[in-house]
T-cell receptor, first 119, second 108 residues
Framework: GAVVSQHPSRVICKSGTSVKIECRSL??????MFWYRQFPKQSLMLMATSNEGSKATYEQGVEKDKFLINHASLTLSTLTVTSAHPEDSSFYICSARGGWREPEGETQYFGPGTRLLVL | DAKTTQPTSMDCAEGRAANLPCNHS???????VYWYRQIHSQGPQYIIH???NNETNEMASLIITEDRKSSTLILPHATLRDTAVYYC?????????FGKGTSLLVTP
């Protein structure tokens, strides 16, 4: 199956700093990438959707100025948590989907996740 | 809100088939049925998906009722490594709305 990687796998930062998380599709071109957040003992919540070369679409309640998403190429999307605070501590997971005509077009493939701890 | 209903938890003996049900009575004609699973502290793993017909791959089988209002994921020979939360999701193939899923425990 298609492989999606994330980096870093875990990060600890001080309150007020910014953190960048990378999401890469390793063996297919990701027309669309998604970012999710998961708090302990809860399910995944979609934060935003990004198409390559376009601005991301954010879900209701997600601050676009705080969670900056860039999808500059067909294999890379980044999520930057700006001025992070302890309440932003969570498990951030990306997923990628190929174009509709590609084998990976109907399915989202998920990265392993990034655990963020803000002190 | 998730458009699917799944049991909160299930148990299965190792080596036996695990049958995970899912109700999706309001599914639309263009929506697929997707199954993912999440092992603790990892990203979700794609298992299988289907539109109308039953599907089988190396991991599992997906049985979709003729009216498409429910489906069953079958793990033919469950192992301890299949212990995870299993999510049944209906979607036209775009954003996925994760519900609470079924926590499957495979016991020795």
């Amino acid at each position: 199956g298609a492989v999606v990687s994330q980096h870093p796998s875990r990060v600890i930062c001080k309150s007020g700093t910014s953190v960048k998380i990378e999401c890469r599709s390793l063996d297919f071109q990701a027309t669309t990438m998604f970012w999710y957040r998961q708090f302990p003992k809860q399910s995944l919540m979609l934060m935003a959707t990004s198409n390559e070369g376009s601005k991301a679409t954010y879900e209701q309640g997600v601050e676009k100025d705080k969670f900056l998403i860039n999808h500059a190429s067909l294999t890379l999307s980044t999520l930057t948590v700006t001025s992070a605070h302890p309440e932003d501590s969570s498990f951030y997971i990306c997923s990628a989907r190929g174009g509709w005509r590609e084998p990976e077009g109907e399915t989202q493939y998920f990265g392993p996740g990034t655990r963020l701890l803000v002190l | 809100d998730a458009k699917t209903t799944q049991p909160t938890s299930m148990d299965c003996a190792e080596g036996r088939a695990a049958n995970l049900p899912c109700n999706h009575s309001t599914i639309s004609g263009n929506e697929y049925v997707y199954w993912y699973r999440q092992i603790h502290s990892q990203g979700p793993q794609y298992i299988i998906h289907g539109l109308k017909n039953n599907e089988t791959n190396e991991m599992a089988s997906l049985i979709i009722t003729e009216d498409r209002k429910s489906s069953t994921l079958i793990l033919p020979h469950a192992t301890l490594r299949d212990t995870a939360v299993y999510y049944c999701i209906v979607s036209p193939g775009y954003a996925l709305n994760f519900g609470k899923g079924t926590s499957l425990l495979v016991t020795p």
